[in-house]
């Protein structure tokens, strides 16, 4: 398995310097592998990226486990995170007529642990079944774009939050707390978009519950929410609800999450974003308790020149009722990290990461359960072809 994991990494850093001087005089985006006037005919798209990283722990956990934290989640290890592969169509109506789309993505890694169904749900639930490194389809749906609105049916990412499960979104090699365990990562089902304008985007769907496949309880969840952008002032904001039911067969109990994001450019290359996420369940496990949880993550980010930039975060996140994770409590995180971009196709990410926890009494977080604190620095290689 390591000798396919470094062969992968070779061969796309090959490709990286075969088309580098191609890639820094493209317009927008980078050097691709797939590219073909059959493929601009149909205006079809195939591209992919590798992300590769190595996180060292100080404390070297004997269970080489970073605790809660993610998906950089393997101490003093070389981990081949995504080797991810997107075959699409985008729909293109111009505001006017008929258009048919859709999208496949195959991802290949140890991050297939974070975007595979929920066990028990079907479809790629089994297919890496207790593997470190295995295949996961996080997206795989079809469009119908009538003028404005986009139609959506399949399987894909939850609109929500500021992060991404996909690296080539993030500024940070690690995740929040947030991101990994309050909210979903992907959605089953169908959902409507629709553009009033430029500066207002609307959204409503049905799903069978968080990170599933198949429903687990034959109930129908529902999601909508709305995108605002104010050009003049550089400012966005979205906000987006869920509620449903996500227990087994029997148990009646409803789970209602909202996530709003403030993203605010400041001045000459700063920019700054407010994640803010509270959710709640009821009747938990059938026992009649509910469980509450809310976090808020802050981002400041400073483009230092073209290609290089700085940026810090700050998560807290409360988990009183310890539905999100063992020990529950409040927890805090705080990274510094630096993103290069000496071309197109490659980032390089560096970060260091502080994690303090304050679980319920008698738990321990951090370090094989010993500890509450933790320091990490983790460096990883995005390549895009």
């Known amino acids: 398995m390591k000798t396919f994991q470094w062969a992968t990494a070779a061969l796309l850093l090959g490709t990286l310097a075969v088309g580098t001087a191609r890639a820094q005089t493209a317009e927008d985006e980078p050097?691709?592998?797939?590219?073909?006037?059959?493929?601009?005919?149909?205006?079809?798209?195939?591209?992919?990226?590798?992300?590769?990283?190595?996180?060292?722990n100080p404390d070297d956990?004997?269970?080489?486990?970073?605790?809660?934290?993610?998906?950089?989640?393997?101490?003093?290890?070389?981990?081949?995170?995504?080797?991810?592969?997107?075959t699409e169509r985008v729909t293109k109506t111009e505001g006017v007529g008929v258009d048919v789309g859709g999208r496949v993505d195959l991802l290949y890694g140890t991050d297939h642990r974070y975007t595979q169904?929920?066990?028990?749900?079907?479809?790629?639930?089994?297919?890496?079944?207790?593997?470190?490194?295995?295949?996961?389809?996080?997206?795989?749906?079809?469009?119908?774009?009538?003028?404005?609105?986009?139609?959506?049916?399949?399987?894909?990412y939850a609109p929500c939050?500021?992060?991404?499960?996909?690296?080539?979104?993030?500024?940070?090699?690690?995740?929040?707390?947030?991101?990994?365990?309050?909210?979903?990562?992907?959605?089953?089902?169908?959902?409507?978009?629709?553009?009033?304008?430029?500066?207002?985007?609307?959204?409503?769907?049905?799903d069978t519950g968080w990170n599933n496949w198949d429903t687990q309880n034959n109930k129908v969840s529902y999601f909508g929410g709305f995108n605002l952008n104010f050009e003049p002032s550089r400012t966005t904001f979205a906000l987006e609800f869920f509620s449903g039911n996500n227990e087994v067969p029997g148990i009646a109990?409803?789970?209602?999450?909202?996530?709003?994001?403030?993203?605010?450019?400041?001045?000459?290359?700063?920019?700054?974003?407010?994640?803010?996420?509270?959710?709640?369940?009821?009747?938990?496990?059938?026992?009649?308790?509910?469980?509450?949880?809310?976090?808020?993550?802050?981002?400041?980010?400073?483009?230092?020149?073209?290609?290089?930039?700085?940026?810090?975060?700050?998560?807290?996140?409360q988990d009183p009722n310890h539905f999100l994770f063992t020990g529950g409590g409040h927890i805090n995180d705080l990274s510094l990290g630096v993103n290069w971009?000496?071309?197109?196709?490659?980032?390089?990410?560096?970060?260091?990461r502080e994690d303090w926890a304050n679980p319920t009494a008698g738990f321990y977080t951090f370090d094989d359960f010993t500890k509450n604190n933790q320091f990490l620095w983790a460096t990883d290689v995005v390549v895009r072809f």
């Open 31 to 56: 050097y691709r592998l797939f590219q073909g006037s059959w493929l601009d005919r149909y205006n079809l798209g195939i591209r992919g990226y590798l992300d590769m990283g190595y996180t060292y």
């Open 61 to 86: 956990p004997v269970d080489r486990s970073n605790g809660l934290v993610g998906y950089n989640d393997r101490s003093n290890d070389f981990m081949l995170n995504q080797l991810y592969l997107i």
């Open 117 to 156: 169904v929920t066990p028990g749900t079907g479809f790629d639930s089994t297919w890496s079944e207790g593997k470190l490194n295995g295949l996961s389809m996080p997206q795989v749906y079809g469009d119908v774009a009538i003028g404005d609105l986009i139609l959506r049916a399949g399987h894909f």
């Open 161 to 206: 939050g500021y992060e991404s499960a996909m690296p080539t979104e993030n500024f940070f090699y690690s995740h929040t707390h947030s991101f990994i365990y309050a909210m979903p990562t992907t959605l089953s089902g169908g959902e409507a978009i629709f553009k009033f304008n430029d500066t207002l985007s609307v959204n409503a769907g049905l």
């Open 253 to 317: 109990s409803t789970r209602n999450f909202v996530s709003a994001v403030l993203t605010q450019k400041i001045g000459l290359g700063w920019t700054y974003a407010l994640e803010v996420d509270i959710g709640q369940e009821t009747n938990v496990s059938g026992l009649g308790s509910t469980a509450n949880w809310s976090g808020a993550s802050n981002y400041l980010f400073y483009e230092i020149f073209e290609g290089l930039s700085a940026g810090i975060r700050h998560e807290w996140l």
């Open 341 to 352: 971009k000496p071309n197109r196709n490659l980032t390089v990410r560096s970060e260091i």
